[in-house]
């Protein structure tokens, strides 16, 4: 492989799509390559690049949600998340993956209560996959503990 590729604005703004498409999206992709390549790209970009890719993330992401049947939010954990947001909390959860079926135990940070256009979702940086997500609302099974911050989490938004 050739230790120097060169490649065109457009396609670095394609790979960097790509990239935050497979932060949201694929779980068989490798978050730490997909962060690395992230990492090499977003400086290259404009702010008016990310924030394109951005939107365009979120466009994406509203359309594969509309697919999913949502499930009443706990009032209860709602609010727990909304606190941990505001306090700069993490939160250890049990949460239901509805587009793997996969039940996983994470710690996340959330950062931001998603547009209610796209369902009952957050966002929170993920210690699990070590990279920002979006989670459902509705797919906490249970938050199991609070926890302060910590030190060398720092979500990398786009």
């Known amino acids: 492989m050739p230790d120097n590729i060169s490649l065109t604005k457009d396609e670095l703004f394609e790979i960097a799509l790509l990239c935050q498409l497979g932060f949201e999206r694929f779980t068989v992709a490798d978050d730490n390559t997909l962060k690395r390549i992230w990492d090499k790209v977003k400086p290259t970009l404009s702010d008016e690049d990310i924030a394109e890719i951005k939107s365009l993330v979120m466009q ?68 699990l996959r070590g990279a920002d997500r979006l989670f459902r609302l509705d797919a906490i099974e249970e938050i199991l503990e609070v926890l302060p911050q910590g030190n060398n989490i720092t979500p990398e938004h786009l």
């Open 60 to 127: 994406e992401l509203k359309e594969i949600y509309e697919t999913f049947e949502y499930h009443e939010v706990d009032p209860v954990i709602f609010q727990q998340v909304k606190s941990a947001l505001s306090q700069g909390q993490r939160l250890r959860i049990r949460y239901h993956a509805h587009t793997t079926g996969e039940t996983t135990e994470r710690v996340v940070r959330p950062y931001e209560i998603a547009d209610e256009s796209i369902g009952p979702y957050f966002s929170a940086f993920c210690e």
